[in-house]
């Protein structure tokens, strides 16, 4: 079985001193269990007063305070989340259940279970009425509702219908998406991935048990692995266990150009010419 895990939120500022939480070079730094930042020179900038600060995205960072993380700095839940900007300012207060990195102008945001999108200046633009909010990617955004995921623009509109029981932000102007998946409240598992363009037409055919985004033209494709992705047990990370299988690569046509036999994605890609 192959366990991969990913931080799917926020990229999270635990830091050693050396590390640099933006291009303003912008320093964190720790006082008792508090964190804070410093610039080059040592003035400090943030007092430290938050539990965690992100990673500045967009000149903005997601801040908490109260919350409770592990000591690989994943958020296991608690506290409250509000944006702070590279001079140390306030952008929104900690009010918020969740928060994600801005992108594209926009962050997620989550209030009362529900999640919705504010711009830089802390504008509530899109409603939190959404039961999962993903950053914008090119344009669009996957949002659930009711069991369903769809896509929204950055203007709130509905634009690609809620039909599909899992889906993947738009890469390369293609998104995967699952049909028939079994969805319970910590996983899902099973169903059929194909890809979908930015007008919600069905491109590649719903015929692969699992599928990766787009990335240099070619998307890593399995047929006959089993998969299971748990992405709300542990704070912001999502997990995906993987057992059996075959992969392979297709391009944005859907031919199959590096042929599903290897054992992983990694495998074909290191094992073939085209990734040479």
């Known amino acids: 079985m192959i366990f991969t895990l990913s931080v799917i939120a926020i990229n999270v500022v635990f830091a050693q001193e050396t ?43 997601a801040v908490n305070l109260g919350g409770n993380f592990t000591k690989w700095g994943l958020y296991l839940g608690g506290g409250k989340w509000g944006f702070i900007n590279e001079q140390g300012e306030e952008v929104t207060p900690c009010t918020y259940n969740d928060a994600k990195s801005f992108s594209e102008g ?3 945001v989550k209030m009362e279970n529900k999640w919705g999108f504010i711009n830089k200046s802390g504008t509530e633009i899109i409603p939190c009425k959404y039961d999962e909010a993903e950053n914008f990617s090119e344009g669009l955004a996957v949002v659930r509702k009711e069991k369903k995921y769809g896509y929204i623009d950055a203007a709130g509109a509905e634009v690609i219908p809620f039909e599909y029981d899992y889906a993947r932000s738009f890469s390369e102007g293609l998104a995967a998406v699952n049909v028939g998946a079994i969805v319970n ?6 169903g059929k991935w194909g890809f979908i363009d930015k007008s919600g037409a069905k491109v590649i055919p719903f015929e692969y048990d699992y599928a990766e985004n787009f990335s240099e033209g070619l998307a890593a494709v399995s047929v006959g692995v089993m998969v299971e992705i748990i992405h709300r047990g542990l704070g912001n990370a999502t997990f995906t266990s993987f057992k059996g299988g075959e992969w392979g690569f297709i391009d944005k046509s859907g031919n199959v150009v590096i042929p599903i036999k290897y054992a992983t994605a990694e495998s074909a890609k290191s094992l073939n010419s085209k990734w040479k």
């Open 19 to 61: 590390n640099i939480a933006n291009e303003n070079k912008l320093i964190p730094f720790q006082k008792g269990k508090k964190w804070g930042l410093k610039n080059t020179t040592g003035n400090i900038t943030v007092p430290a007063k938050y539990t965690l600060i992100s990673d500045f995205k967009e000149g903005i960072a």
């Open 185 to 190: 409240m910590t996983s899902f598992s099973g």
């Open 106 to 108: 926009l962050a997620a």
